[in-house]
């Protein structure tokens, strides 16, 4: 079969990943990409007349992250055509299935189909990547959305996981005065030992009014109205919680605090960089399978 | 005559600065802001009928940066009015006159009308200060007119003063490869001191070929033909060098390289810290004189 | 019964936190610290005559770190006295019982006397804190042990774990070239984000011939007669596991390698900060029980 | 003549220096450093019977730094000869002389017997590579002489020259809370950008009695009678000013406070750095003159 990898729709990041896949040597098998004007004059990447022909190609069949537009179609923006999850499946057989947000339907088919499954958004190490990505993006709306400079401003992040290590360590060196919300003792532990302003979430509160910026992580609402009403009108919030997010929206537009809610940064602020991030995540997962 | 400043023409920052001196207890006494709304709500900010009504208010009279539109008209684009420098200049008598880019026949008129010249554009410390804003301001343009993260780029900057340390700082500490250009040993040295790679004039067309970003600092042209055909056509090039620049700009269109070319950033990024730049430099240069 | 502590033994860092505790506003009541000169002379530490009036005086008990000496004695070095564990636990009913590495025995006993452990050496937060002293302790051997600057040097450092973690961070920031050995992709992830080079396990042997240094916090022969092999005859070691450690030491010897193995390295190089990291995670564990 | 150095005395910064050149492919002739051990094993190091022979190989001609033992003596410290300066002299027609603090008096020779001199104490390049040796020194006496981790500790640097910098820039990224005095305010300003706690000289007073270290690099009596008085008894005074200092050591002592005064940190603290600065140095200098 040699070196090949099939690639069913997708958005940016795959099409950037499809170019780099094609630069390290495979023949690259696609279907849902044809609107893909980067990829028509690469000459290992083929673009195939159906589904069948395309997966029947490769050991590895690579599709979108999040796999689903809806409960029937692939997410394919590059593509004319509604691509049925079941026509992908169905083909499946002896096959490494690589994506993100895969179905447990999927998961069920494995058996009497069967093939292997990877969900790319269950890889903490594609996860650690892409909090560079989503960090670097908050810091872009940050600057874009605030007429002072972050160095010298007051930082309050919501939340010590991934996203806001990654993050305080970026605002901290760009020189924001940065404070770091948590619930647990060892995060706090770690958010002094990096050098930022540990804030108990008992101290939460007393903390709000004097923050120039609150970038929240955390997917629950902690910027309720009782703690909408201690910040400052002229705060900016920035939300990278997936939904429902982790702000009363409707209660902070009456109060007339500014919020931004940003999701999926790294595909909008740096497909290219996000593209990397799944290649390094796949050859890492497929490494010893020796398929290569 | 109290604690009181007098303000004529001027953009955002000064409007911010404004804001700060009122806030800051002064009596603040405008000439050629009417149409700054933010102003006309604060108690300590008075709209003056004229300029000699404006000016015989304070010791103190503060004016736009940089002074001119043009060799007649002072630089107030929140004002509808023509505000003539002449008009202004026969009011100062012994008064200290504070200004961007203050042109010499204002110095030679020192001699008869009595009054004194600060140029804010000569003070070292305001430029320092500002250096954060353009800083900032250039990795807000770096990250929006690129598909991939700083972090892991190659970007080279080529000159290394007051911008280029600032710059070179904060783009090392997001996790850029950081290259700087510069001609003395002693600022190679720094470079290498401050753990960035140094790239001497002499090799730096070996150092063009695989920068994502090349950020120019140094007013002159420094990436003329010969360079910018050795530099990748994917690489983004932000010149920060005012007029005439650093870059042959028609060259690097037709060579379809993407060149930005970024001036008085503060202002328009940061008009806020900005003004504040401003604030804390006037209070230093006139903390000695014992006005107030 | 007031706001009181009961201390039995312990070593400086003891010393300190008992100082730290009576400046809090408590009354430290001591025994098995009689020969610590500088508890002398404060008003609220009291030396106490046997071990049942000490822990009668309070709710709460603390103790060494590690607990014990040899199987039946409390480690107490600036005692002369023989501690037996046995006398004190006889006396811990309706205590809390705080020291480090308690035996099981102890454990076991919490059934017939009724009393509650807490033991120091297993709270992650008090492992966190004490990181820093263990990374500046390391810094400080690597600078007294060579003869070139940490500015510059290849350090390579093996396991990113707590102190691997911090030490990386300190020595980047210094200047020098961090490189971080690690097993899990997420590790290495991890190490690529905060701007350090990845080691895979799989990749170690090819890294170690230029490092100037080489530190390990992982507590398994790591460093073999193989890779001792590897590495070059002026190159430091500097050994942070746990007995039996991470190195041959045996075969570095014959090889002429320097290898520095640096043991509880909070309590030799920062016993005040030591003290400190002991006495908030104390307050930490308690804050909860409503005792004080 | 071929590619050769003359290298007459110095210490053991110029020893490894020797190493080093060697190592590059010069025959390095040597006069005065008999009794270094490391030298005699190299191949094209070559011990000389006296100065004229070594002399009259090189082009190139280095010595000790600073050069004078005495008025009459060149220091040579591997060496039990006394080496003359009139008999170096005399043989230098035509030569480059590259050593350090070089007496007035050999310029004036300049005219009669013709030859270059080059004053390694005078190339700013030189001083700044050594101020990465001095702050590493510095950080490691500050670890070697407290009970506390620098980490999370009060610091003030007494001026912002080339050493404050890198001082600051170290301490700060290993955690410490650190200040900076300085007198002019562009310095001050460059602080504020680092993001450090500036401290104009007017204010120096009121930030003295919270330190846990005090660090002065001006060569004047700063920390005087009055201002000693104001540090708190357990701070820890590192004066790196070269004699007298900036310190009243005398009344310091009275009050009890503990002062390091640390000289001539690079060739004691890194001696290989020193000698790859001076190389690196020596190659920036004399790279234009095309000798070699």
Redesign the interface.
């Known amino acids: 079969m040699g070196k090949s990898v099939s690639v069913i729709g997708g958005d940016l990041r795959i099409i950037?990943l499809v170019e780099m896949l094609a630069k390290d040597g495979f023949n690259v098998y696609t279907y849902g990409l044809e609107k893909a004007e980067k990829l028509q004059n690469i000459n290992n990447v083929f673009n195939c007349k159906n589904i069948e022909e395309c997966i029947k190609k490769s050991k590895l069949v690579i599709s979108s992250i999040p796999l689903c537009k809806d409960e029937n179609l692939i997410k394919s923006p590059f593509s004319n055509k509604d691509i049925l999850i079941k026509d992908v499946t169905k083909c499946l057989e002896n096959k490494i299935f690589i994506a993100g947000s895969i179905p447990q339907d999927l998961y069920n088919l494995q058996q009497e189909t069967n093939f292997e499954i990877i969900d790319l958004i269950k890889c903490?190490?594609l996860a650690?990547?892409n909090?560079?990505?989503t960090a670097?993006?908050t810091?872009?709306i940050a600057?874009?959305e605030?007429?002072?400079?972050?160095?010298?401003s007051n930082i309050l992040i919501l939340g010590f996981g991934r996203i806001g290590k990654?993050l305080s360590?970026?605002l901290n060196?760009?020189?924001a005065n940065v404070y770091c919300e948590a619930r647990k003792?060892?995060d706090?532990?770690?958010i002094?030992?990096?050098?930022y302003n540990p804030v108990p979430l008992s101290k939460l509160n007393d903390s709000l009014s004097d923050k120039n910026i609150i970038i929240n992580t955390i997917p629950s609402l902690i910027l309720d109205e009782n703690r909408l009403k201690l910040i400052k009108k002229d705060s900016l919030i920035i939300d990278l919680a997936s939904k429902p997010g982790g702000v009363d929206f409707e209660i902070a537009k009456n109060l007339g605090i500014k919020v931004i809610w940003a999701l999926a940064l790294p595909g909008k602020?740096?497909?290219?960089?996000a593209g990397?991030c799944i290649k390094q995540t796949i050859y890492?997962e497929i490494k010893d399978k020796k398929i290569f």
Chains 1, 2, 3, 4 share one sequence.
């Open positions: 950037y903490e190490e650690i990547l909090s560079i990505s670097e993006g810091i872009q600057m874009e605030t007429d002072f400079t972050l160095h010298g990654v360590k970026m060196s760009i020189g003792s060892e706090l532990a770690w002094e030992t990096y050098g602020v740096a497909p290219f960089s990397e890492n």
